[in-house]
């Protein structure tokens, strides 16, 4: 399983971004995917994911009437739609793979730096 996590960018506050997750062959078919993200000096958080079949999605609940998260399996890629991007949206966002079957996301990208500028 290889991911491949890009899209990030320097935007305004205010501003939107898509990110975009592209999966090794059928990952995104197979797998739940995740985006997490990193902040300076902070730890890893979940921000949202979708199930390896498309029909549940999480958010956490500073995004999640500004982010969306969806797939194309066609193209193995899942993408972040984030909206109305605040300061604290500066992070490196990771996209993962989860079996379904696990508890944990043991496949990850390398990261894609997004700053929120004011």
């Given at each position: 399983?290889?991911?491949?996590?890009?899209?990030?960018?320097?935007?305004?506050?205010?501003?939107?971004?898509?990110?975009?997750?592209?999966?090794?062959?059928?990952?995104?078919?197979?797998?739940?995917?995740?985006?997490?993200?990193?902040?300076?000096?902070?730890?890893?958080?979940?921000?949202?994911?979708?199930?390896?079949?498309?029909?549940?999605?999480?958010?956490?609940?500073?995004?999640?009437?500004?982010?969306?998260?969806?797939?194309?399996?066609?193209?193995?890629t899942?993408?972040?739609?984030?909206?109305?991007?605040?300061?604290?949206?500066?992070?490196?966002?990771?996209?993962a793979?989860?079996?379904?079957?696990?508890?944990?996301?043991?496949?990850?990208?390398?990261?894609?730096?997004?700053?929120?500028s004011?």
């Amino acid at each position: 399983v290889q991911l491949q996590a890009s899209g990030g960018g320097l935007v305004q506050a205010g501003d939107s971004l898509r990110l975009s997750c592209a999966g090794s062959e059928r990952t995104v078919s197979t797998y739940a995917i995740g985006w997490f993200r990193r902040a300076p000096g902070k730890e890893r958080e979940f921000v949202a994911s979708i199930t390896w079949s498309g029909g549940s999605e999480r958010y956490r609940d500073s995004v999640k009437d500004r982010f969306a998260i969806s797939k194309d399996n066609a193209k193995n890629t899942v993408y972040l739609r984030m909206n109305s991007l605040k300061l604290e949206g500066t992070a490196v966002y990771y996209c993962a793979a989860r079996y379904y079957a696990d508890t944990t996301y043991k496949y990850w990208g390398q990261g894609t730096q997004v700053t929120v500028s004011s």
